[in-house]
């Protein structure tokens, strides 16, 4: 096949002069631009998809049950009730120790100096859609009066809505970093098809068809927009690297499963960087045919 | 091979219809035929050259080239005419970034040829217009009269059915502009159709022929 075609052509037989006439600089470096934005996008969306799926399949499925601390003696009562549950994976009572160091941030270490009298705290891990709160809330205050369940589920919940919000604005902002690069694209084989206007009609008197045309632009805004895809990806490199570090521990230490912390962006560095520059390169074919085309209706 | 019916041809000027450049020319010309083009600058013999290279169409009336409605052929059909005619152009119209050599080529590229075909026949052409030894030069290293030849081997190097010519003899020498009739006669001898455009009154004193006449658009004589 590469024979054949070299017996067709010079590699480098440059008939329109496109060499000079779409320029090596300008193009790959506003399409680089636009592929570092659209990497910088990818990070966010892939980053905001794995935070919401996290947090739902881990926060969600937890329960806090707080005993009021005169009913100390209830708390165990309270344990053994819910274990008994169906839909109720596991439920421990946090210890002193445990209390005074989620309180410790706000209170030091007067809270438990000051002999506070703190509510029993009960960490619950649901199992599967858990069982229904509204009769949990009633069984348990019955139980130990003013026992309140409180489910992270509402708030998890608009976390997760946040996230996926997030992720559609990144997808949205991807989708305009491409518009972007196909009329950086346009405009500049425009600037080349009127930089070559009589080099086309000549070629064209010589019984050249659109497709021939084309190809040669084509040919060219695809060498370029693919190379400049391949700088923006690889300036990126470092930058999602980076935050994937910083974004590591959020992922990495919530919930109880051991959930793939941050898979999601090693992953789009093996599968989402290389598409950036074969995308621009994509961009850069189908936008100069198209433009060409276009323009060489004009002649007859 | 070429035939106008009440063909008219008016540019745009601005969007809008502009004065008629041709008006109602109606002929033919058979097969291998062979005819002058003559009248004063502004006639439409321009006019008409580029309605028979298919660069315009006719705005009113009926042309056939090849026997091929030229006004109703889809656009698509006419890369594969053009590529038929040759057409040499009063101002040349080499490409200025390419060699003699890849000027001459081009046609042949453009109709798909293989390389060894490519280069054989280019060679041969330019080695015939006597520019065998300025075949790596580009067009503005050469003379007007060079750059002539060049354009000429590149019309001809593709064997057309119908060659056109306007003012082909314009930056020759007299030695030069008996060289060039004889290849045009000798196309014709082999079956090529050939219109020659010219002002040259001694040139077509010495090759006598059928000649179409020019004036103000319109059709003088076809005789």
Redesign the interface.
């Known amino acids: 096949m590469t024979e054949h075609r070299?017996?067709?052509?010079?590699a480098r037989?440059?008939?329109l002069?496109l060499r000079?006439a779409l320029g090596d600089r300008m193009l790959p470096l506003l399409v680089a631009a636009m592929a570092f934005l659209a990497a910088l996008a990818l990070a966010g969306s892939a980053g905001a998809a794995a935070l919401a799926r996290h947090w739902q399949e881990g926060a969600a499925a937890a329960l806090t049950v707080q005993v009021p601390a005169d009913g100390t003696a209830g708390a165990a009562a309270v344990v053994a009730a819910l274990l008994a549950t169906p839909g109720i994976a596991a439920a421990q009572a946090l210890t002193d120790a445990d209390l005074a160091a989620l309180l410790r941030p706000w209170l030091g270490d007067a809270g438990s100096a000051a002999g506070l009298h703190l509510p029993a705290v009960i960490a619950v891990r649901l199992a599967g859609d858990g069982p229904d709160l509204a009769a949990l809330q009633t069984r348990l205050a019955a139980l130990a009066p003013g026992t309140l369940v409180e489910s992270h589920g509402v708030w998890v919940q608009r976390l997760a809505m946040l996230a996926r919000s997030l992720e559609a604005c990144a997808w949205l902002a991807l989708g305009v970093v491409a518009a972007v690069a196909a009329s950086v694209v346009a405009v500049a084989t425009r600037a080349g098809l009127a930089a070559r206007r009589?080099?086309i009609e000549?070629?064209?008197?010589?019984?050249?068809?659109?497709g021939?045309i084309a190809r040669r632009f084509a040919g060219r805004a695809t060498w370029l927009a693919g190379a400049g895809g391949l700088l923006g990806a690889l300036a990126a490199l470092p930058v999602l690297a980076a935050l994937a570090n910083l974004a590591a521990p959020f992922v990495a230490t919530q919930g109880a499963a051991p959930l793939p912390p941050l898979k999601a962006l090693p992953l789009l560095l093996v599968g989402g960087l290389p598409a950036l520059p074969l995308g621009a390169a994509a961009i850069g074919f189908v936008t100069a045919q198209a433009t060409v085309r276009a323009w060489l209706?004009r002649l007859? | 091979m070429v035939r106008l019916e009440g063909v008219a041809l008016h540019y745009l000027s601005a969007g809008r219809p502009g004065p008629e450049a041709l008006r109602d020319l109606s002929f033919s010309i058979p097969e291998g035929g062979f005819r002058w083009l003559l009248g004063a600058s502004g006639a439409g013999k321009s006019s008409l050259l580029r309605l028979l290279?298919?660069?315009?169409?006719p705005t009113r009336g009926r042309l056939a080239v090849f026997d091929t409605d030229v006004g109703r052929a889809r656009?698509?059909e006419?890369?594969?005419?053009?590529?038929?005619?040759g057409?040499v152009f009063q101002d040349f119209?080499l490409?200025?970034?390419?060699s003699a050599f890849?000027n001459v080529a081009?046609?042949l590229?453009?109709?798909?040829r293989?390389?060894?075909q490519v280069r054989a026949d280019a060679q041969e052409m330019l080695r015939w217009v006597g520019l065998a030894r300025r075949m790596a030069a580009l067009p503005s290293q050469l003379s007007g009269g060079e750059q002539q030849r060049v354009a000429i081997a590149?019309a001809v190097v593709g064997r057309p059915s119908l060659l056109l010519a306007d003012e082909p003899t314009g930056n020759l020498d007299d030695g030069q502009a008996e060289r060039l009739m004889l290849l045009l006669q000798e196309m014709n001898r082999l079956g090529a159709t050939v219109v020659v455009a010219t002002h040259n009154a001694a040139l077509v004193a010495r090759h006598p022929g059928p000649a179409l006449r020019l004036a103000e658009g319109r059709l003088l004589g076809d005789d």
């Open positions: 070299r017996r067709r052509r010079p037989f440059d008939d002069g000079r009589e080099a000549i070629v064209h008197g010589l019984g050249a068809t659109d021939y209706r007859s | 290279h298919l660069a315009v169409r656009r698509a006419l890369p594969a005419l053009r590529r038929r005619i057409m119209r490409l200025p970034h390419l890849d081009l046609p590229r453009i109709a798909g293989t390389e060894p590149r």
